[in-house]
């Protein structure tokens, strides 16, 4: 409690002294989503899942997902699933650049530092750049991520 009274006291003040407004705030976070796994509880009997090679989907996509305080900028989304290549990209010609999100892969499907900076270089920082502008604003923002491997605490020296 005290942790986060103590945060709702610093921000407020980093708002105030920077003179930030809720058009130049962005929060971004990821979230896991398990897309294909059934329900914990189910109609498949106990010998339907004790069948051999009997394996629940477990299909996971992370999106990282990105507004600001305001709610009229999103940012495009950072998509990473396992493939890089899914079969129903093939069979539908869809190309992975024309896609409404940025796409990137890896085995267990989590955000990495290195997805999470190209993502705020090639997009995030493009992004709020050309909508800053657009609304007549300073550009500089501030961004709020949580406290998560791929988000580095030096994001600063990544930055292009």
Known sequence: ?????????????????????????????????????????????????????????????????CANASGDCKIKPLLVYHSENPSAFKSHKILKEKLQVMWRSNLKAWVTRKFFVEWVNLVFGPSVKKYLQEKNLPVQ????????????????DDIL
């Open 1 to 65: 409690m005290k942790a986060a009274e103590d945060y709702i006291k610093t921000f407020s003040y980093l708002i105030k002294v920077q003179g930030y407004i809720s058009q130049q705030v962005f929060n971004c976070d990821e979230t896991g989503l398990f897309w294909k796994k059934m329900p914990n509880r189910t109609y498949i009997t106990a010998e339907e899942k004790m069948m051999p090679d009997h394996k629940p989907m477990k299909d996971r996509l992370t999106p990282a997902l």
């Open 141 to 156: 923002a501030l961004l709020i991520l949580g406290n998560l491997p791929s988000h580095p605490p030096n994001l600063d």
